[in-house]
Structures are given as C-alpha cells and as structure tokens.
Nanobody
Framework: QVQLVESGGGLVQAGGSLRLSCAAS????????MGWFRQAPGKEREFVAA????????HYADSVKGRFTISRDNAENMVYLQMNSLKPEDTAVYYC???????????????WGRGTQVTVSS
C-alpha cells in the first residue's frame, strides 16, 4: 500500500521560510517522479513543483520559480520542498504526489498524500 505523508506545514509571516517533507512508502521510490501540488480555499488544486527520478531534473510553476526548491533523498524515500520568500498567496494545503510520468511538464498525481496546511500572514 502506497503512503505519502507530508509534514512541516505551519504559520509563517510573509517573507519567511518553511520546509515541507514527504515520507514515501510502499513504492519503488527511486523509480517515481515526485512533486507537490497546492490547493487554496475556493480554488482548484494547482501544480507547484516536480523532480525526476532519473536525473533529479526539476520543473516549477511560474508562481514559485526562484523562491521554492524541490529535492529528494532516494536513500531515505523522502522529498522536500524548501519555500523561501513566502507570500500570503502561497497559503494553501500542500500535497505530496508520486507519478510514473517521465516528462515533468506532464506531472500528475498517481498517488497522493493527505496534505499539510501552510498559512502565510501578511
């Protein structure tokens, strides 16, 4: 059974930083692209970032480029999202996802975590 468990969310002031973590189990982690999505109240879930299983290449939404960094540790079955220069509009539930796709621009969630709340105050 695949499980993705997010942690690291919380309340932070605008301009601050948070690091989200996602622990994966029940899948061959090193063969899955991993990524993050987010969903703000009243809005659709949107893509944030993804990282390849092949070569650690990355892909980001334009709204977070230069501020967020995705990384992974295949030895620990972990994926991280370092979020810097946070803005109130980054407030959302952040979801970890795993996907077998090879093209990061087509990243989708084959498996999902339950999410962790990030709130950025102004």
């Amino acid at each position: 059974q695949v499980q993705l468990v997010e942690s690291g969310g919380g309340l932070v002031q605008a301009g601050g930083s948070l690091r989200l973590s996602c622990a994966a189990s029940g899948l061959t982690f090193s063969r899955y692209a991993m990524g993050w999505f987010r969903q703000a109240p009243g809005k659709e879930r949107e893509f944030v970032a993804a990282i390849s299983w092949r070569d650690d290449s990355t892909h980001y939404a334009d709204s977070v480029k230069g501020r967020f960094t995705i990384s992974r540790d295949n030895a620990e079955n972990m994926v991280y999202l370092q979020m810097n220069s946070l803005k109130p509009e980054d407030t959302a539930v952040y979801y970890c996802a795993a996907s077998i796709v090879t093209q990061l621009t087509r990243f989708r969630g084959d498996y999902w975590g339950r999410g962790t709340q990030v709130t950025v105050s102004s």
